[in-house]
Structures are given as C-alpha cells and as structure tokens.
C-alpha cells in the first residue's frame, strides 16, 4: 500500500493518496490538491509557546461541524466524443459513490511525524479511502475541521482498563475516548486471565467503545504453574507449564507477554525463566512489555533493571518495551540520561527496544507494594501478617520500609485512593493514631485495610529527557472504576491530554507532530498493529479531530474525575464515538488480533 511521507515536499499529495473504492482515483479538486494547502510555519512548529495557537479557532464557525446533507458534483458539461465520454462517465461513476464520512478543511498531522497540512480526508466503512481535496465529495456525513487539526486515534500502550471494558456500563469508556484514546493494550504488569478467549467474549458481549489488544501475563502463569506466590525458582516441569501457557495465550491472538517483574510472585523470577517464557512470544512475533523489576533503587536499580529488558530481547529476538518508564526518587533522579543511553545504544545495535511513559511525576501502586519488601510478601498477605509477627523478621521489614518511604518521597507523599483516608496520607494517618510513618503502614497491613497509594516521587528533568526520545510511547496506566468512585490517579482521564497541553502547549518542551507520532504510530510500531497509528489511504479509521487551544485536562489528584476536553470528533473503526464534543454511545471496537485480523460485537454499527 502506498502512502504519504511527510517529508516529500516538492509537490502535492501522490496520486496513491486521492483514491476513492480501493484502487480507483478521484481527480476532483485536483488542481487545489497538487498545490497541496501547505501550513504556515508558525503553525507547524507546536513546540512554541502558546501565543503561537491564537487565532486557530473562529470565534463563530460561519458553518456547522455536523452536516446530513449530501454536497453534490456539478453536473458535466463539456462535449467529447462518445467512446472518451463513456470512459470518463465510468471513472466518475466509481467516484460519485458516496463517502461515510468526509471530513473537510482540518490540518492533518499524519502519525508520522512530519510537517502538519491542510487537506480532507474521506472514510468508507472502516477505512480511509482518500486524504487530498474533497470539496466537491459527496457524503452521508459531512464534518467541517476548519481550524481544527485531525490525527490518528491515539493508543494507550499500557492500560488497566480491563475491569471496566467487561463492564456494560462502563464499556463506552467515556474517560478515554474524551482524550482522544481509540486503542488500548490491556492485561499489563503480568496480570491476565488464564483464558484470553473468555476475556475476549467477555468484552465483546456488551460491545467496546475501543480496541482492545491482549497481553499474557508471567505473573499469571506462574502462579498458576507453582500453585501460589513462592519465592523460588520453578521446577522444569513447572516451567514447561508456564510455557504453554504462555504459548496458549499467544495461539489465542495475544500480542505478547507481559511482566510485572517489580511485583510477587514474577519479582521471585530470574532472568533466565523470563528469557525462556518471552522465547515463546518470539515465535509468534510477539513483544514483551515489562514493569521491571526496580524504577528506583530498591533492589537491583532502575539502570540495571532497564538493562535485563535489553539483554532479554538480545537474547530472544523479542520487541521489548520498558512500561510507563520513569526514575522513581531522589536517589536516582538523573538516571534517566544513563537509561535513554542504554536504550539508544540497543537500537543502535538493531534491537527492538521500545518504552511507554505517562506524563506525570506522581506514580500508582498498593501501599503493601510501594513500602513493603517483596520477600516479606511471599505467600500473599497471610504470609507478610505471618512475618510482622515474628520480631527478628518485623526488625527488618520496618527498616526496610523506612528506606522505601525515603525512595516515595516521604509518608506525607503518599496519598491514599481508596477508605476511609481516601484523599489523605499516610502521614495524616499516622498523626491520627499517634505514631510514625512505618508503624502507621504496618497498623494499616494488620488491620487488613491496605489500599492504593498516589507516591509525588519524580523528577521533571527525567520525564522531560525520556519523552522526547524517538522510541517513547504514551500511555496511561489507568485504572477506571465506576464513575466518581474513589480516588484514582488522573492519568487514566488525562494522560493524552495532558501531554498536548502541558508539554506541547504551555512548556514548548516537545512539538505536536512529535507529540501525536508518540501517541500513534510509535506504539502502533512496537506492538505490531497493521494498519493503524497513521492517517493514510488504506488505513482503519481510528481518526481524532481535536481543538488545539480547548484540549485541557482537568483532573487532579484531589478531584480525578474530570474527564479530558478539546477532542470534537472521535471516530472508532470509522464510527463516531465523539461527534460535535458530544458522546454518541456506539462501541464500534473490536479485539485486535495478532495476525491482524480482529473480532468484533454484533453492537458495533453506528447508532445513526
């Protein structure tokens, strides 16, 4: 399939990019198209600060975002001999079909990278079918983007969205498609159903408000392998099980493994056993993407953990991808140059090492597994209550905790999500009961009323230096319970938005194109998804139309649930799931496959 690059600018758009049904070219409006609409440059170059975008938006539209009327071609009017007539009537034919949708008059900012430009972009059933001059198209929707800018729908490399995607009421996930979120890759941290084809009816059944690509998890399979959380290595046997486990996972449409290396039981696990579960997914032409086993200084240390991701791919042939990676605590804040070194260098050398990153200096997690060390974790909760009971081991799991509060910044860092201190923190717990941040943490184990922590625990420097690389995704991280319950992290409303408006916007640190190409095609690339992560001819019609200087993104970590704002139109597999800012209800996605077929809902059609 041929497609536009962005760099090309000697000319108009090629032929390849004005087709209408597959293969069959449509030459209206071809003179504007040849002359290719070009973006001043104060337009293009979003990395300047925000008095760039004045103007961009009409204060009064002088025409509607949503049209039902059809724009009809003039009729023709020039007299040629019959048999040149009939062959011209022929072509016009295949072109007079009507688009789906066509969307008019928006600055395109393709995924790949390049230069914005102005162009139209026409849709049919679930696909782009021309980007060039469509003015004179006719279409069954017509949406004006004058001033707007339209991209790829943006994909959440690492998403906890799986609770809510298996709920029905939940399923249109409204906090993600209001920040332009069009695909997420779930079962993350090595956590995923036994049975991916369960997961998948599931899902399906009620119908999806995105796609959806599967993960099988290590922490999964080895539990299920060792009968339990056990701080050893596997027997062969057991090990043998863990890779057919993971084989089945990847036989069912898996994209991958993933692992939680920093959480019990995969933190239990030696190299050698990842290397050996993450062969499997390598012959399936499959990724592996990792929590790894220490963002901080915990244990082995956040270079040397990015490092065994490096060495896992060296040594198995697999994509590699370092989730939501970050320097976590002072101690090693400015690490990051070290890591993005490492990284570079293993591209350099060929390998597929990719990262994913939310962009905020605050992280998510249980308290248990922020603070408490993983070997007194072993055998689950039982097995750490066990532990605090006996003084010598209590001795030591205070010390360590002690240290791990100085890594989270601190007990007044550390910021309750859920009881009855939700919104508070561990230091206004401790003040409460008259004791110190350690014991405060141990009384809340022993209570059984442990919860998850919001640590503020990074540095700007480190977010900013690992974002602008080539090889950085976005994602969110997100959990997305019901609707205003809780206290989650805001990432999962606001990490895309965020992005455009702090980092692109208000700080100039990186530019728009830059920005959307880490949204889209970088993690369309690691993943391996055909056909999505650009706008081009050819293309699924996962297409965001946002407005640069509305997009914004309100939640906080005191009042989370806000959901994103400046995403105008959000279309899912060529349906609209946002149309004029407003959310349509249709759960057009489907569950991606790895040999790039999907499966989809009976309940996915437009509800127009």
């Excluded at 399906?204 to 339990?228: F, W």
Aim: with cysteine; glycine share 12%; charged share 25%.
């Amino acid at each position: 399939m041929s497609s536009f690059r962005t760099g090309d600018r000697r000319g108009g758009l090629p032929d390849e990019q004005k087709m209408g049904p597959r293969g069959r070219h449509c030459n209206e409006g071809l003179a504007e198209t040849r002359s290719r609409r070009a973006v001043p440059r104060a337009l293009r170059l979003a990395g300047s600060r925000a008095p760039t975008y004045s103007g961009l938006r009409p204060s009064s539209p002088s025409s509607p975002i949503y049209s039902e009327s059809r724009m009809r071609r003039p009729p023709i009017r020039s007299r040629i001999p019959g048999l040149i007539l009939l062959v011209l009537l022929g072509g016009l034919a295949a072109c007079d079909a009507p688009y789906d949708t066509v969307i008019l008059g928006g600055t395109i900012i393709d995924g790949s990278g390049g230069e914005p430009f102005e162009a139209d972009l026409g849709i049919r059933g679930d696909r782009i079918e021309a980007i060039g001059s469509l003015s004179r198209a006719r279409a069954d929707r017509v949406i004006d983007a004058t001033a707007l800018y339209l991209a790829p729908g943006f994909i959440d490399l690492h998403s906890h969205a799986e609770a809510a995607l298996r709920d029905e009421e939940r399923s249109v996930v409204e906090p993600l498609v209001a920040q332009g979120i069009t695909t997420v890759v779930v079962n993350a941290d090595g956590r995923s159903p036994a049975d991916l084809v369960e997961q998948r009816n599931e899902f399906l059944e009620h119908g999806l408000g995105v796609n959806v690509a599967q993960l099988v998890g290590h922490n999964t399979a080895r539990t299920r392998a060792m009968d339990g959380s056990h701080d050893r290595a596997p027997t062969p046997e057991e090990l043998d099980e863990m890779r057919a486990m993971i084989r089945a996972g990847m036989e069912a449409g898996a994209f991958g493994l993933s692992t939680g290396l920093f959480y019990t039981p995969s933190s239990y696990s030696e190299t050698d056993e990842v290397i050996a579960l993450a062969e499997v997914a390598a012959e399936f032409g499959g990724m592996h993407s990792s929590h790894i086993r220490d963002e901080s200084d915990y244990t082995v240390g956040v270079v040397n953990a990015v490092q065994e991701i490096i060495d896992i791919t060296r040594a198995t042939g697999v994509v590699g991808i370092v989730s939501h990676i970050k320097a976590l605590g002072p101690n090693v804040w400015g690490d990051s140059e070290e890591i993005v070194a490492r990284i570079q260098a293993a591209r350099d050398e060929g390998l597929p090492v990719w990262a994913d990153q939310y962009p905020y200096a605050a992280s998510q997690t249980s308290m248990v597994a922020a603070l408490f060390p993983a070997w007194s974790r072993a055998e689950g909760d039982g097995g750490l209550r066990g532990r605090l009971d006996d003084p010598v081991l209590a001795e030591r799991i205070r010390a360590e905790i002690a240290e791990n509060l100085v890594r989270r910044g601190g007990a007044d860092r550390l910021q309750f999500t859920g009881g009855e201190y939700m919104g508070r923190t561990l230091q206004d717990y401790a003040d409460d009961h008259g004791m110190d941040g350690v014991e405060a943490a141990i009384d809340i184990v022993r209570i059984e009323a442990p919860t998850g922590v919001v640590s503020h625990n990074m540095n700007d420097d480190d977010i900013v230096r690992i974002m602008r690389q080539p090889w950085t995704a976005t994602s969110t991280d997100g959990v997305l319970p019901v609707f205003g319950e809780g206290m989650p992290h805001p990432r999962g409303y606001g990490a895309f938005a965020r992005k455009i408006r702090k980092y692109v916007v208000e700080e100039g640190a990186i530019e728009l194109p830059f920005a959307i190409r880490s949204m889209t095609a970088v993690g369309a690339e690691a993943m391996g998804f055909e056909d999505r992560g650009r706008l081009e001819v050819g293309g699924f019609a996962d297409v965001v139309v946002f407005d640069l200087e509305a997009v914004n993104d309100p939640a906080t970590y005191m009042e989370p649930h806000q959901l994103s704002e400046g995403m105008v139109w959000v279309l899912v597999n060529g349906v609209p799931v946002i149309e004029g800012g407003v959310f349509s209800g249709a759960v057009p996605g489907r569950v991606l496959l790895r040999d790039g077929s999907d499966a989809r809902s009976d309940r996915g059609d437009d509800p127009r």
